[in-house]
Each structure stands twice: as structure tokens, then as C-alpha cells.
């Protein structure tokens, strides 16, 4: 069974739109996360959400939300697509009492 | 958390050791030394970790000198498979509310 999933594999859409990135994990870890990998290859924390308290990377943009409908879910929404925000996004979690990072097979976003 | 320099790329034959170095000369005391690796733009995955002493698993080895400012991974027997980005993280807790900061990692190439 995979244990941290993302929904879709890939998207591709144009500019201005709004999509949404789904993740779900069956660990039964306390913390999610959303990284950004981009075409360089960097790949940087975007957010993290444990217990309903969200830790922002201040560099974000408002236009990306993420929300939790429950502890095994951390979805991602992005308003206004803009070209640079083409790149490959993963989930990933963590336990509390754990000290590694579950990774998804990431979200390839190509916006035209 | 401490910053972390690894060579860019590294080459290494086929069924040879791989020895991959990572320099974190502004470590605390309580951080731990990480290793991920990320197979073609795959979600990244966990290798192993260590405090101050020496760590091994069923396939991989981490040498941490007695100063802990710099730390080698070791693939004893490397196969093609071993072919990715091998990067090595400093956290205090394997990402915490602030997530992990990669940096740009070790690509290893494992020749034929």
C-alpha cells in the first residue's frame, strides 16, 4: 500500500486558472508538508501542518492555501496559475515520535 | 538548522564503494545528520540518520568524525540502481514544523 499518495501525477493548465493538488497519507503521522521542487531541481518547504496550526514559508504567495480536512489529508490549492508556478510539488509527513519524512510521488504542474 | 556542502557530482564503478562526503562545519551538539535520496525526480526517500555515532543498515553506512563537522555515506557495494541525488540534511528533529532544507545534493552517477 502506498503510504503517502498525491492526486493528480500530472496537470497541466493555463494561466489565471485554479487547481487544486490532493495528498493523503495512511501512516497515521501528526505533520504534513508541501515542498516545491523547480525546474532547477531546488526543492523548498512551502508548508507545514500539524494539529491545525499552519507554518507558512514566508516566501509562499498568498494564492497557494493548503487545507486539511482531517489529520490524513493536506490538500493544495493554487489561485491564478502564473507560468513560474510550473514545477513539481510532494507531499510528504512525519510522526511525532518519528525523525523521517514520508515522500509522495509528487504533482508534475506544467501551467501554460 | 546547519548549512551543508557536498560535491556536486560524483562517479563510481559498478559493485565499487561509494563514499559520499557532506561538510556541516556549523553543527550543534543536538542536530542530526540526514540522508535522502530522490531517483529522477521521485519523491525524495529517507537513507538514514545519525546524532554523533557511527550508523549502519542493511544497505548503507554513515561515518561521522569525532568533531561532527563532516560526515561520509557509504554505499559498500553500489549497484546502477544507486544512480540519484544523494543529499545530506542537518536538522534537529528530521524537519519539525519548519520542514527540511535540502540543498543542492550529490548527483551519483554508478558506472557500468
Known amino acids: 500500500d502506498t503510504a503517502v499518495s498525491q492526486t493528480p501525477k500530472y496537470l497541466v493548465t493555463q494561466m489565471g486558472n485554479d487547481k487544486s493538488i490532493k495528498c493523503e497519507q495512511n501512516?497515521?503521522?501528526?505533520?504534513m508538508y508541501w515542498y516545491k521542487q523547480d525546474s532547477k531541481k531546488f526543492l523548498k518547504i512551502m508548508f507545514s501542518?500539524?494539529?491545525?496550526?499552519?507554518?507558512i514559508n514566508e516566501t509562499v504567495p498568498n494564492r497557494f492555501s493548503p487545507k486539511s480536512p482531517d489529520k490524513a489529508h493536506l490538500n493544495l490549492h493554487i489561485n491564478s496559475l502564473e507560468l513560474g508556478d510550473s514545477a513539481v510539488y510532494f507531499c510528504?509527513?512525519?510522526?511525532?515520535?518519528?525523525?523521517?519524512?514520508?515522500f509522495g510521488p509528487g504533482t508534475r504542474l506544467l501551467v501554460l | 538548522d546547519a548549512k551543508t556542502t557536498q560535491p556536486t557530482s560524483m562517479d563510481c564503478a559498478e559493485g565499487r564503494a561509494a563514499n559520499l562526503p557532506c561538510n556541516h562545519s556549523?553543527?550543534?551538539?543536538?542536530?542530526?545528520v540526514y540522508w535522502y535520496r530522490q531517483i529522477h525526480s521521485q519523491g525524495p526517500q529517507y537513507i538514514i540518520h545519525?546524532?554523533?555515532n557511527n550508523e549502519t543498515n542493511e544497505m548503507y553506512s554513515l561515518i561521522i568524525t569525532e568533531d561532527i563537522k563532516s560526515s561520509t555515506l557509504i554505499l559498500p557495494h553500489a549497484t546502477l540502481r544507486d544512480s540519484a541525488v544523494y543529499y545530506c540534511?542537518?536538522?534537529?528533529?528530521?524537519?519539525?514544523?519548519?520542514?527540511?532544507?535540502f540543498g543542492k545534493g550529490t548527483h551519483l552517477i554508478i558506472q557500468p
Open positions: 501512516l497515521g503521522h501528526d505533520t
Open positions: 556549523t553543527i550543534s551538539g543536538n542536530e542530526y
Open positions: 540534511i542537518v536538522s534537529r528533529s528530521g524537519g519539525g514544523a519548519d520542514g527540511l532544507t
Open positions: 545519525g546524532l554523533k
Open positions: 510528504a509527513s512525519i510522526s511525532g515520535g518519528q525523525e523521517t519524512q514520508y
Open positions: 501542518y500539524n494539529n491545525k496550526e499552519l507554518i
